[in-house]
């Protein structure tokens, strides 16, 4: 089955770490940019961070207001078929449910076409 | 960042209704528009891409229409499955981004 699964979640006090994994199956993992995205329960999604297929390009959101570039670090590991989010200093604004995705290649390249179900991050002392 | 901003928040619909969806972006983004569906506790659906192209296995009822800065998504004929929030997303500029969502709701 063609899927992604997330893990990792859970609670931590503010400035403390996580590292959430995201195993893929189903598909060829090596050829395909990964994505994080996050959700705050009942808002919208606001894309995290992408990792490119070989893992050697990474891009992180920047903007104020979702700013995790300096804080979080995407990479992969083509032979376990996983990316994973490494997440320091955590802040109460980064509590969300964080998703992997799957970019689209050709037509959908810079599309969304696999999701997981997410993994619940909680930021709390 | 481009803004993407849907209407209405929600809809209550029957069964067999013709529902539409608004998505405007702050900026144009010629057709590089998505739509996806999320079920509560479930990971989000790909519906259509390039603002109107549909993605394999997903219901001939949807399509998406539009270009520059106005898009909609039309359900032609609502069915008990559609009940769920759906979302656009722009990708014509970095970062993605996604519109707020809207909630299909039984009337």
């Known amino acids: 089955e063609v899927q992604l699964v997330e893990s990792g979640g859970g609670l931590v006090q503010p400035g403390g770490s996580l590292r959430l994994s995201c195993a893929a199956s189903g598909f060829t993992f090596s050829n395909y940019w990964m994505h994080w995205v996050r959700q705050v329960p009942g808002k919208g999604l606001v894309w995290v961070s992408r990792i490119n297929s070989d893992g050697s390009n990474t891009r992180y959101a920047d903007s104020y207001a979702d700013s995790v570039k300096g804080r979080f670090t995407i990479s992969r590991d083509n032979a376990k078929n996983t990316v994973y989010l490494q997440m320091n200093n955590l802040r109460a604004e980064d509590t969300a449910l964080y998703y992997c995705?799957?970019?689209?290649?050709?037509?959908?390249?810079?599309?969304?076409?696999?999701w997981g179900r997410g993994t619940l991050v909680t930021v709390s002392s | 960042d481009i803004q993407m901003t849907q209407s209405p928040s929600s809809v209550s619909a029957s069964v067999g209704d013709r529902v539409t969806i608004t998505c405007r972006a702050s900026q144009g983004i010629s057709s590089w528009l998505a739509w996806y569906q999320q079920k509560p506790g479930k990971a989000p659906k790909f519906l259509i891409y390039?603002?109107?192209s549909l993605e394999s296995g997903v219901p001939a009822r949807f399509s998406g229409s539009g270009s520059g800065t106005d898009f909609t998504l039309t359900i032609s004929s609502l069915q008990p499955d559609d009940f769920a929030t759906y979302y656009c997303?722009?990708?014509?500029?970095?970062?993605?981004?996604f519109g707020q969502g809207t909630k299909v709701e039984i009337k």
């Open positions: 390039g603002a109107s």
């Open positions: 995705l799957r970019e689209g290649r050709g037509t959908r390249n810079w599309y969304f076409d696999l």
């Open positions: 997303q722009q990708a014509n500029s970095f970062p993605p981004t």
